[in-house]
C-alpha cells in the first residue's frame, strides 16, 4: 500500500471506515515518522504510548460501527493547549515541567470525537513570534528548506511543520498575530483563524485574550472544515465564546461563487511588495473571477497603523497574563531569599528574550502616566480598523490578500534578529484580522522562484466561516498547489 | 516620549524582572525604537472615538453561585515547585 500517512483526513476516515488499514497501523506510522523526522524539532513531547492506546480504542470504536467524527485521526496538538496528564510547556522554561490536571476544552472537543493525540507541537515562546525562534526547545526546521535551514513561521510553527512533512494528519494551531495564517502559508498548507469566540480559550496558554483564537492546520480545506466543526462550539467556561451555532462546514465547499462579491484592499498593495506576490495576487482573483465572482477594490484606511496598534495592545495584555507565571504554584522555580527575590529570578531565568521584552513593553504602557498616551490611544484605533472592515463589508462579502509579504527566511536570519520591529513586520497582512476579531484563511498558491511557498488570505464577516470554506476551496481546485 | 535608564529600572521591577547593568543602556535604545515607531499612532485624531475593548458584545452572563469543581488539592499542588502541609510554601515573609 502506499504511505498512509500522506492521506488528507477526509480521505483517511474513508479509509478507516472501509478498513483499508487501522488507525492502530496508522498511528504506529505517523510515530515512525516522527522518530525519523527528530531533526525538524517540531514535537516539544511526544505522545506515542497514548497514542497506541487512543487508536486501540478507536479501532474498536469502528469495529462496532460505534465510531465519531474524527474517530482514529491522529492529530498533533500546538503545545500552547493544556492536556490532561501530558506535559505543556508553552515552549518556555518557565512552565516546562508542567503537567496539566485538565483538558482544554478545544482538545476535549476533539477527543470526544474520537481523535488520536501524537504529542504535542513546537511554537515560538507563549506563541510570541513569527518564525518559532524564540521556543526555549529550539528553532523548528520548514520541511520546504532546501540548501539552508528555514523557519516555518510562527507562532504554530510545529503544527504547520509537522502537517506539511506528514509527522500528524492535521495540527491545531492558535493565532493572536497570524500564528496560524503565517506558518501555514510558509508551510504550504491551509489554516483558519476563526471569529473570535467560535472556540473556547478555556485551557489555551494565554497570551492576548481579547485577540487569542484557536483553529486547525491542516493538508487541504476540506480538512480545516471538518477539524474546525470539531474544535468549534460554545463554552461555558469561557466567557467570551460565543452562542452562535456551527454549521457543518464540510457543506459549504460544494457551493458555487457566482455573484459574490471578492474585495482587494488597495492598502495592501504598497508601491514596495513583491512583485512575485503581487502576480499571485492578480492570479487568485481572476481564478474567483472567472467563476463569477465580482472583483472590487475597497478600502480600509487605518491599515497602516494596524501592527503599531497590535504592538501597544498584545504586550499589555501579555504582561497581565503572564503576571501568574510567580513560581509559586506551577512552573519553574528560582530560589530567592525573599519573596520579590524569587518571583524576579524565577521570572528572570524561566522566561525568553522575547517574552521579557513583550511584559516590559506591555507594562510600560499600562503603568501611571503612560496608559492614556498608549494603551488607550490603541484601544480607540482598535475601533477605526474594527470599523474599516465593517465598512468594506458593506461593499463585499470576503477580502482577498496575501497571507505575508514574504516566504520562509533563514533561521537566524540577521535582518530579523538585529531589530525586532523586522520581525514584527511580517505580521502587517495578518494583526488586523485579530484586531476586528475576524475569520480569516490561508491556502498556499504557489511557489516563488526560489520554490517556496506563497500564502492567499481570505477574510469573512464575523461567524461567516462557510463563505471562506466556499471560496477558498474554488482557489484551491484552480491552483492545483502540490504539497510536499 | 523616549524613556531613561531610571524607567528601563523601574518598568523591569513592575515587571519583577531584572536587566543587568550592562544590558539598561541597549535595553533603553530597543525600547526607543518601538515606542518611537508606535508614536505613529498620533498622526491619527481619536479624541471622539470610543475604545474597543472586546469586539463581540456579548454581555456576561450571570450563573447560580454554586461549587462545579473543587476537592481537588492534591491536583492543585501537585505541579506546586513547594508544597507543605497541603499548602504551596514560600520563603518567610514575616520577620
Known amino acids: ?484 | 516620549m523616549a524613556i531613561d535608564n531610571q524607567t528601563v529600572r523601574k518598568i523591569a521591577f513592575l515587571s519583577r524582572l531584572k536587566v543587568e547593568d550592562d544590558k539598561i543602556e541597549p535595553t533603553k535604545e530597543e525600547f526607543n525604537k518601538i515606542l518611537n515607531w508606535i508614536e505613529e499612532l498620533n498622526e491619527v485624531n481619536t479624541d471622539t472615538v470610543e475604545p474597543l475593548i472586546s469586539v463581540n458584545d456579548v454581555t456576561l452572563k450571570m450563573r447560580e453561585d454554586k461549587v462545579t469543581s473543587g476537592n481537588c488539592k492534591d491536583e492543585v499542588l501537585k505541579n506546586a515547585p513547594a508544597a507543605e502541609y497541603d499548602y504551596f510554601a514560600v520563603p518567610k515573609v514575616v520577620e
Not at chain 1, 455573484?259 to 504598497?270: A, M, T, V
Not at chain 1, 500564502?455 to 463563505?467: N, R, V
Open chain 1, 1 to 484: 500500500m502506499s504511505d498512509i500517512t500522506r492521506l488528507t483526513v477526509s480521505e483517511t476516515l474513508k479509509a478507516l471506515k472501509t478498513k483499508e488499514f487501522t488507525s492502530y497501523e496508522l498511528t504506529e506510522a505517523y510515530l515512525r515518522n516522527m522518530e525519523n523526522a527528530r531533526n525538524y524539532n517540531t514535537y516539544i513531547t511526544e505522545n506515542a504510548e497514548m497514542a497506541l492506546q487512543q487508536a486501540k480504542e478507536s479501532d474498536i470504536r469502528y469495529a462496532k460501527g460505534e465510531n465519531r467524527a474524527l474517530e482514529g485521526i491522529p492529530l498533533g496538538i500546538k503545545d500552547l493547549f493544556c492536556t490532561k496528564n501530558i506535559r505543556t510547556t508553552a515552549a518556555s522554561h518557565i512552565l516546562d515541567n508542567f503537567i496539566p490536571p485538565y483538558e482544554s476544552t478545544v482538545t476535549q472537543n476533539l477527543l470526544d470525537d474520537g481523535a488520536v493525540f501524537l504529542g504535542k507541537l513546537n511554537l515560538d515562546e507563549f506563541a510570541m513570534g513569527g518564525s518559532n525562534e524564540t521556543s526555549y526547545f529550539g528553532p523548528v526546521i520548514n520541511p520546504w528548506s532546501k540548501d539552508k535551514p528555514l523557519v516555518p513561521g510562527g507562532s504554530s510553527g510545529g503544527s504547520a511543520a509537522a502537517v506539511a512533512a506528514h509527522l500528524c494528519a492535521a495540527a491545531t494551531g492558535t493565532d493572536t498575530g497570524g500564528s496560524i495564517r503565517e506558518p501555514a502559508a510558509f508551510c504550504g498548507i491551509t489554516g483558519i483563524k476563526p471569529t473570535y469566540g467560535r472556540c473556547s480559550r478555556y485551557g489555551i496558554v494565554a497570551f492576548a485574550s481579547s485577540l487569542d483564537q484557536a483553529g486547525p492546520i491542516a493538508q487541504d480545506v476540506r480538512d480545516c472544515a471538518i477539524l474546525l466543526k470539531s474544535m468549534a462550539g460554545f463554552d461555558e467556561k469561557d466567557s467570551t465564546s460565543c452562542e452562535v451555532a456551527v454549521p457543518d462546514y464540510e457543506s459549504f465547499l460544494d457551493g458555487d461563487i457566482k455573484g459574490l462579491k471578492i474585495g482587494l484592499p488597495k492598502e495592501y498593495r504598497p508601491d514596495g511588495l513583491n512583485p512575485e506576490i503581487a502576480a499571485y495576487w492578480d492570479k487568485a482573483a481572476e481564478y474567483l473571477k472567472a467563476r463569477g465572482a465580482k472583483i472590487k477594490e475597497i478600502s480600509l484606511p487605518h491599515t497602516k497603523y494596524a501592527l503599531a496598534t497590535y504592538y501597544v495592545l498584545a504586550p499589555a495584555e501579555a504582561s497581565s497574563n503572564l503576571a501568574r507565571y510567580d513560581g509559586i504554584r506551577y512552573g519553574f522555580r528560582a530560589d530567592g531569599q525573599h519573596l520579590d527575590d524569587l518571583y524576579i529570578n524565577t521570572r528572570t531565568q524561566g522566561f525568553g528574550s522575547e517574552v521579557k521584552r513583550r511584559i516590559m513593553i506591555g507594562t510600560y504602557v499600562l503603568s501611571a502616566g503612560y496608559y492614556d498616551a498608549y494603551f488607550l490611544k490603541a484601544q480607540k484605533m482598535r475601533r477605526l480598523i474594527h470599523d474599516d472592515f465593517m465598512n468594506a463589508f458593506k461593499e463585499c462579502d470576503v477580502i482577498l490578500t496575501p497571507t505575508s509579504p514574504i516566504t520562509a527566511f533563514p533561521i537566524g536570519d540577521e535582518s530579523m534578529l538585529e531589530n525586532p520591529i523586522n520581525m514584527y513586520l511580517n505580521d502587517v497582512f495578518t494583526v488586523s484580522v485579530n484586531l476586528a476579531g475576524l475569520p480569516a484563511l490561508s491556502l498556499p498558491i504557489g511557489l516563488s522562484a526560489g520554490g517556496l511557498p506563497y500564502g492567499m488570505q481570505l477574510i469573512g464577516k464575523p461567524f461567516d466561516e462557510g463563505t471562506l470554506f466556499n471560496v477558498a476551496a474554488k482557489i484551491e481546485v484552480d491552483a492545483k498547489f502540490e504539497r510536499i
